[in-house]
């Protein structure tokens, strides 16, 4: 379940349910409402919120990731890579802004990982399409792109991604900024970085960056 109720918060916080709307009201605990008026909260919101404010978490939701890109060896790669070194989480992947969408609808994730240069709907539009639908704004957004120039940080920064990566960083810096944005209270039991074996590891950082690479070089426009 992605969305909860406030009895069902108020069960899982062992609080009255007037706590809860107390919570929501003084902008606590970010929550959107329903067409009939009822207030719903994010399970990954809530996760948070329990970390913060130390009540126990409920850990029987496994992390969500989609992974979005349109260049398909880096996605593969990239999808990989996480679910490797983020056994517990459950990855997606989307090729393309629209489908993204789509994705998102229909899967709920935690983290977005969103390649900003793409065909038709790029990244940013999709960022701020996230960001400003009240049931998805909680998604946590990792924007990357093959550039890293100022310019396109302070634009993904300014249609709502939380953290901007280049993709020539590689495959652990990815895996790094979703830690980030995560407690490690909410991901679990997930292996870090370095229990994934070194030769593994070394070899899809260089399929990615050699990926990566390509999204700047020959046949592909970059705007």
Known sequence: MKFLTTGEVARRCQVSLGTVKNWIEDGALEAFRTPGGHFRIRTSTLKRFQVAFGFPADSREPLRIVVVDDHQEFLDVALEALRTQLPTARVEGATGGYEALLKIGSFHPDV??????????????????????????????VAMTALDDDGSRARALAAGADVFVSKLSGLQALAHAVKALVHDE??????????????????????????????????????
């Not at 390649?115 to 704004?137: I, Q």
């Open 112 to 141: 977005l990982l969103l390649d900003l240069r793409m065909p038709e709907l790029d990244g940013f539009e999709v960022c701020r399409r996230v960001k400003e639908a009240p049931e998805t704004k909680g998604t946590r957004i």
């Open 186 to 223: 909410v991901l679990g039991s997930e292996s870090s970085a370095a229990s994934v074996p070194r030769a593994r590891t070394a070899t899809r950082t260089n399929r990615a960056s050699r990926a990566a690479r390509r999204d700047t070089g020959e046949g592909r426009e970059v705007t």
